[in-house]
Structure formats: C-alpha cells, structure tokens
C-alpha cells in the first residue's frame, strides 16, 4: 500500500476510529469465572464505504450498528481486535498524530498479551492489564491529551526551517 493510502487511513482513523481495550467476563468449561482482555479498533461511518475500504485493506469484520435514538442515524461499523488489531496500528502509527499515545498503549499491551496468553494470570498480570484498559479510557476521554494545534504548527515550522538551513551538496 501506498504511503499516501496510509497516510490518509491514518487521518480518518485519527478523527473517526477508537482503540479500546475490552474485559470479557465468561465461565470456562472447567467451571471456573475467568476475564479475557482483547485490543480492539474499530471505525465508524454513515457511509458504508469508509468501513468497507478498511475492511479490505486490513481484514476485521462490518456490520450496521442500528441507530441509538430517533435522531440518530445507523452507523457502519469496521472492526478488528487482537493481532490484526495490533497489526494495524502498527501499520499507520506513523501517521497517527491525535490518537498516538493510545496507538502505542494498545500495541504494547498486545505484545505483552501475546507473549503471555491468558491461561494462568497472576494478580500483577491481571492488574497490569486493568491499569492499561483504564489508561486508554483516559485518554480517549480527555481531549488535552491530543496535541495542540500550535504545538503542531511549531513542529511543522521547526521542520521547514530545518530543511531551508540544511546545506546543499
């Protein structure tokens, strides 16, 4: 894929997507209540097209949400979790600007996942995991989290500058 292909997603992902991390609560058939923790990312859109075109360059899954209120509109839904989640992001965090921190938080915590699995969790590990659930919740909830806008417009001049003072060869 292209680099402005990415570049775009990444600018939708960044105004239209979400990274969460879930907490499902089950019985195992042995009885016993266990939690499975997953990454989720997902994408949301009036137009079926949005979520389609994710769809079919990262895989995951689309379905129409129903709308929520009589004011409200369905809604298309894109979809991945787990490693393809963690895939993804990876693929675009070069371009993710506002919801960077929760780009990183989420492909660190699949790493971890992955390498330990879900069987046999102590209480750290099970803690740990919490920690960074509620961390991204907190992030995606406070907006001074993003970067300000004159940050980003300093950063860009800074890089311009650079670049007029860099010698010619």
Same mark, same amino acid.
């Given at each position: 894929?292209?680099?402005?292909?990415?570049?775009?997603?990444?600018?939708?992902?960044?105004?239209?997507?979400?990274?969460?991390?879930?907490?499902?609560?089950?019985?195992?058939?042995?009885?016993?209540?266990?939690?499975?923790?997953?990454?989720?990312?997902?994408?949301?859109?009036?137009?079926?097209?949005?979520?389609?075109?994710?769809?079919?360059?990262?895989?995951?899954?689309?379905?129409?949400?129903?709308?929520?209120?009589?004011?409200?509109?369905?809604?298309?839904?894109?979809?991945?979790?787990?490693?393809?989640?963690?895939?993804?992001?990876?693929?675009?965090?070069?371009?993710?600007?506002?919801?960077?921190? *929760?780009?990183? =938080?989420?492909? &660190?915590?699949? %790493?971890? /996942?992955?390498? #330990?699995?879900?069987?046999?969790?102590?209480? !750290?590990?099970?803690?740990?995991?919490?920690? *960074?659930?509620? =961390?991204?919740? &907190?992030?995606? %909830?406070? /907006?001074?989290? #993003?970067?300000?806008?004159?940050?980003?417009? !300093?950063?860009?001049?800074?890089?311009?500058?650079?670049?007029?003072?860099?010698?010619?060869?």
């Amino acid at each position: 894929m292209k680099k402005t292909d990415l570049a775009y997603m990444a600018g939708i992902f960044d105004g239209e997507g979400t990274i969460v991390i879930h907490t499902r609560k089950y019985v195992a058939k042995t009885g016993r209540e266990t939690t499975q923790d997953y990454l989720e990312v997902c994408i949301c859109s009036i137009d079926e097209w949005l979520p389609r075109y994710f769809m079919f360059a990262f895989t995951g899954n689309v379905y129409l949400r129903k709308a929520q209120t009589d004011r409200t509109k369905p809604v298309w839904v894109w979809q991945c979790s787990g490693e393809k989640a963690r895939c993804f992001l990876e693929t675009l965090l070069p371009f993710i600007k506002l919801k960077r921190m *929760q780009a990183e =938080l989420g492909i &660190s915590f699949q %790493q971890i /996942k992955h390498a #330990r699995g879900n069987r046999d969790l102590s209480d !750290a590990d099970l803690v740990w995991r919490q920690a *960074q659930r509620l =961390l991204i919740s &907190s992030y995606n %909830q406070r /907006k001074g989290t #993003r970067p300000q806008m004159h940050e980003l417009n !300093a950063q860009a001049l800074s890089r311009k500058a650079n670049a007029e003072e860099a010698p010619v060869k």
